[in-house]
């Protein structure tokens, strides 16, 4: 009877992996015989038992209701890390033009989940759809050259986004399919893609080096780089996001989705023509092109929060906009201030955090003011995203040239600021997270100043949930009790901000 169950067990693994993906000749043989040499012999001897093993782990971490419909994994207190399309690109799906075996990226994904597990984390960010693609085959998007080397390659061999789901699932650990719903590709890049997609046919409309057409205009990022915008003023293009969306969620086990910050780019402010036509034909009400993109992202917003909801009430959807609240206003047209007053858009706001303690505009400080001011409405969560990307780097977009050397002259900002956030004036957090995996555990990314933050927050990391609330003479107390000095810390802290020109001290913790 054994051995019949263990050649059931066997029959259904190979099954299941035939039905990952169509195979094809893009696999090079190179790595097939890779895959074949490093697990073949493994896998042969223990497949039943794996098998077994797998299947338990996974119960573990998806659970379903009496219908059998999956119930979302999400924490009280989300620890979050973002798992980005550039984590991915230092060897995580590519290895370099050429994507990974199964076998091998299945390996790297289940490396990549524990480490994160291990980090202290419980909630992962799976970007999904960086540029307009799709990490997975879709019926709405191509196929991203992250996941098939270019992207005139559209056939993939296995699934990425459902095996990273297992393996964080497995593990306790909850994930969200994050999404840039207006950033698209580069000319260059959409040129490439073979096949008939809305947005190549968007791009055809616009004519040879043309700046618009209805459903697409010509912008650029926040990194400088050239590339096309899908346009929110139009139901079709709306209707393009909020299905690829619902695809999404009708195809996997996620526990929400995320959105990032690529709205109207500032760089289109003035270049009221690519609405020219939607303009005039207008019904909202607004009186300017600028109220009109406000009302457009408004309108995109509370269709992705209701179709996110016909899921079920307890699926997440978030935004993660600019942390200065203005500047996002005015510049991309992300209406934060509606969204955090009025019930239907969101049930999260992820702000970017992505500043120092020193600089003079938006340091940690002045943002917790902002959006402490801004969320109104008492069921939207506020779960802050900080960075370790400026770690030893010069902040050019800081005003001062303290603030501007302030990831450079210091190692413990990211402490500074995770010590602030438990002792504000003004709100508790309801979660926190970090940009992004790379910085963590990416090939080049690991250099002394980053390694030099992560080891001065890292003692206070594994219960940073449990702090939250605390008096600062128990912060005192659980801080000595973790090797830190947090009398001392803040003496320097505010003596720091104090030669900012800062009139009062922020932590004020006695001994």
Known sequence: ?????????????????????????????????????????ESTASAAESSADETSEQDIGEQLDGDGKYVPLNYEFPKIMKLTQWDMAEGILLSGSTPLSEAIFRKKA?????????????????????????????????????????????????????IFIEEAHKRGLSIHGWINPMRCMTRNEIEKVTGDWAITDWYSHMGDGGDYSEYMFAGTDAGGTARLYLNPAYEEVRNLIINGIDEILNRYHVDGIFMDDYFYPEEVKSKTEIDAKAFEAREDGSETVFDFRCNNVNTLVRG??????????????????????????????ADIPTWCSNPGYVDVMYPQFYYGMIHGQVS???????????????????????????????????????????????????????SYLLINEYRPIDGLGFFCYQFFHGNESRNAAVLAEVNNFKPIWP?????????????????????????????????????????????????
């Open 110 to 162: 289940a490396q990549v989940m524990q480490y994160i597990k291990d980090d202290g984390f419980n909630t992962v960010l799976l970007q999904i759809r960086p540029f307009a693609d799709s990490f997975y085959k879709s019926e709405y998007y191509p196929l991203s050259y992250f996941v098939t080397g270019s992207y005139d390659k559209q056939s993939v061999d296995y699934d990425c986004v459902q």
């Open 463 to 511: 219960e940073y949930e449990t702090l939250i609330g605390k008096s600062k003479e128990e912060l005192v107390e659980y801080y000595s009790s973790v090797g830190l000095d947090l009398v001392k810390l803040a003496d320097d802290w505010d003596d720091r901000l104090a030669n900012t020109g800062r009139l009062f001290p922020l932590f004020e913790i006695e001994g």
């Open 364 to 418: 940690v400080s002045v943002l917790m003011m902002q959006w402490d001011r801004a969320l109104t409405e008492e069921s939207i969560k506020l779960v802050p995203i900080l960075t370790l990307h400026k770690a030893g780097l010069n902040d050019q977009w800081a005003i001062k040239e303290d603030a501007k050397s302030e990831w450079i002259d210091h190692s413990d900002v990211l402490l500074e600021s995770l």
């Open 1 to 41: 009877m054994k051995k019949l169950l263990c050649l059931i067990l066997c029959i259904c693994t190979v099954l299941a992996f035939t039905a990952c993906g169509d195979k094809n000749s893009d696999t090079s043989s190179a790595d097939v015989s890779a895959e074949s040499a490093a697990s073949s012999a």
């Open 304 to 333: 992705i929060y209701s179709k996110v909801k016909e899921h079920g009430e307890s699926y997440i959807y978030g935004i993660s906009p600019n942390g200065h609240i203005e500047h996002a206003y005015s510049a991309e047209c």
